[in-house]
């Protein structure tokens, strides 16, 4: 399971003897780094690309990215708020419960998300202020995944930590917890806090 990490101070690009070379991001994170501002490029996220390149994140450019985004969905109708974390509330007046409508909104909300570069930057702030040195103990990923119900008493420790390393025969980590909202088999808060547990097990 790809683990989405951030680069700490230490991450800078090293430096690059032509202005217009693609940064090359070094440190604990860096490969998650790289990946981040890869992702934000291909898809035109200019503000993205541009905090991201130098190789660290301030608090500044994660909160202004979410500023973006509220301003985004007004643009589109949208009441919006949004918070460094990722975390907010969206309403529209005309919005139904049909699906054409929620299926429209989360259009929007991914758009706005994009756009503003709020969907790059606040897990990779998120995650350096509670794992600066990328060194998350197993077991307290284990402890949460087992306080939120993700798994139960039938799996040993032993099992669990394989299933963190990438699960057995190729099938990926935890491959029985989907992610997809449209497999019958979705459970939003496993998958939920799966992803959490991992990228902050010390704040749940």
């Known amino acids: 399971m790809l683990l989405i990490s951030l680069a700490s101070c230490s991450s800078a690009p090293s430096s690059q003897s032509s202005a ?3 940064p090359e991001f070094t440190g604990a994170y860096a490969q998650d780094y790289s990946q981040a501002y890869e992702q934000a490029k291909r898809n035109h996220s200019e503000f993205a690309v541009e905090a991201l390149s130098d190789g660290e994140l301030a ?29 907010g509330d969206v309403y529209h007046p005309d919005q139904t419960l049909d699906e054409a409508w929620t299926t429209r909104m989360e259009r929007d909300m991914h758009d706005c998300d994009v756009q503003s570069g709020i969907l790059y930057l606040s897990a990779l702030w998120q995650q350096e202020q509670t794992n600066p040195d990328g060194k998350n103990d197993t077991s307290m990923v284990i402890d949460c995944l087992r306080r939120h119900d993700v798994v139960d008493d039938s799996m040993s420790d032993a099992r669990i930590e394989q299933e963190l390393n990438g699960g057995t025969d190729g099938a990926g980590g935890f ?11 979705y459970d939003a808060d496993k998958a939920k806090w799966l992803q959490e547990c991992q990228t902050n097990p010390r704040g749940f």
């Open 20 to 22: 217009t070379a693609e």
């Open 175 to 185: 491959s029985w917890i989907p992610y997809d909202m449209a497999d019958p088999n």
């Open 59 to 87: 608090e500044s450019e994660v909160q202004e990215s979410a500023d973006r985004y509220v301003q985004c969905m007004a643009d589109k109708g949208y009441t919006a708020t949004k918070s460094i974390d990722g975390s």
